[in-house]
């Protein structure tokens, strides 16, 4: 196999989507006690009386996002392999005490942060679950201390979080992700420890990492509230996600055609260990149609659903965002 063109080469992962049940707990949790800033409320274009609510930094760069549909009343999933399976979320090294005291302010019990050998590659983890159940990882991260967070929400600046630490996959194989991860999106193995695969993209920062867990007794996932939807890598542009999807569809990876998703254009594919994949474009962002300074604050709609506003806003419960502490 010949090396994958530049060009065509995952930069890392753009964003993580999950299912939860409630818009309002999800909000509490992800803001008001993680101190992630809402970057935009708008609804699932599928079923545009729900909410679709994304979480990140100042302006939700890529590879700090991580994103919510809200299914009300919807069933239960089963996290198990054929998923990613855990929201996996960067700290600084300096920070490991001040999380342990706030999560444990809040009601939530932990044990010493866990060093998971193999398990964890030899990292620092809180590890909590969400108001859905839906398991996320706080990971020590030493170069995080770098990375600006969300200065401006309930967390202080030099303790808030700095963005995705790592995409994790649990496969019941491997061989055929591997294979996927390497030829089709261009990323490159830099580590192995027993059933335990590290992947990353050509750039460094939020985001750059992508795991592959191998459980083969392992349960299969089925998806749902509480589970992770799916995983999304980042190209640079509409040119990058045009050259990778040929890629996709040579591993028999049946990609979507590509989808403007308005902040970003994506194709969707399913990859061989059963995992749903988005690749997306880093632009236009989530600026596009609204200041930085006022992101997250108004329901922001597609224009295809512009006329159904005052309905759509009707069948929508109202939000209230957590403010600083």
């Known amino acids: 196999m010949e090396p994958t063109p530049a060009e065509s080469r995952a930069l890392g992962v753009h964003h993580v989507t999950g299912v939860c049940s409630d818009a309002q707990s999800n ?25 679709h609510l994304y979480y990140g930094d100042r302006t939700g760069r890529p590879g700090t996002v ?18 990613a399976a855990t929201v996996s979320l960067a700290i600084p090294p300096t920070s490991l005490r001040y999380w342990m005291d ?35 990882d706080l990971v020590v991260n030493p170069d995080a201390g770098g990375w600006p967070g969300w200065a401006e929400g ?11 630490h790592t995409a994790v996959f649990w496969e019941g194989g491997y061989e055929g992700t591997a294979r996927l991860l390497e030829d089709a999106l261009g990323l490159r193995q830099t580590r192995e420890e027993g ?9 460094e920062g939020p985001g750059s990492l992508v795991d592959i867990r191998l459980i ?11 589970t992770i939807h ?46 749903l994949i988005e690749v997306a474009t880093d632009g236009p962002g989530f600026t596009l149609d609204e200041a930085e300074s006022d ?26 965002v957590p403010a600083r502490e």
């Not at 302010?105 to 108001?131: C, N, T, W, Y």
């Open 27 to 51: 909000v509490d949790f992800y803001v008001g006690l993680l101190g992630l800033r809402l970057v935009k409320r708008t609804v699932n274009v599928d079923r545009p009386n729900t909410y």
């Open 66 to 83: 991580l994103s919510f549909l809200v299914w009300p009343g919807g069933h239960k999933g089963t996290q198990g392999i054929a998923q």
């Open 102 to 136: 706030r999560l444990t302010a809040h009601g939530l019990k932990l044990d010493a942060p866990a060093r998971m050998g193999a398990e964890r590659l030899d990292q620092e983890v809180i590890s909590i679950q969400d108001p859905d159940g839906l398991h996320v």
């Open 154 to 164: 309930p967390v202080p600046a030099e303790h808030s979080i700095r963005g995705l």
């Open 195 to 203: 059933g335990h695969f590290r992947y990353a993209g050509t750039v």
């Open 216 to 226: 083969p007794d392992l349960w299969h996932g089925t998806t749902g509230v509480g």
């Open 230 to 275: 799916h995983i999304a890598f980042r190209v640079a542009d509409h040119a990058g996600l045009e050259a990778i999807r040929p890629a996709l569809v040579a591993r028999h990876a049946n990609p979507t055609p590509v989808l403007d998703r308005g902040y970003f254009h994506s194709v969707y594919a399913r990859e061989p260990g059963g995992v």
């Open 295 to 320: 992101l997250g604050v108004q329901l922001s709609l597609p224009d295809r659903l512009e006329p159904r506003r005052h309905e759509i806003e009707a069948d929508l419960p109202q939000l209230r």
